[in-house]
């Protein structure tokens, strides 16, 4: 979950990775409506708002060059 002021700037320049977070730096998604939700409620109150989004990944993932 993201404010509506973040959500909206996502919208225009997509996902940015923050600098900091509960787990680190990063982007983080879940399949988890309500987890994403709360966050959203408790960091933002009635402006929390939850971003859907469809994550897609090439394969393979890791390149050990």
């Given at each position: 979950g993201t404010s509506m002021e973040f959500?909206?700037?996502i919208e225009v320049g997509g996902f940015k990775p923050s600098?900091?977070?509960r787990l680190g730096p990063g982007v983080y998604f879940t399949t988890i409506f309500d987890?994403?939700?709360n966050i959203?409620?408790?960091k933002y109150g009635k402006e929390g708002v939850?971003?859907?989004s469809r994550v897609m990944r090439n394969i393979p993932i890791?390149?050990?060059k």
């Open positions: 959500a909206t700037k600098t900091d977070g987890e994403a939700k959203a409620q408790y939850v971003i859907e890791f390149d050990p």
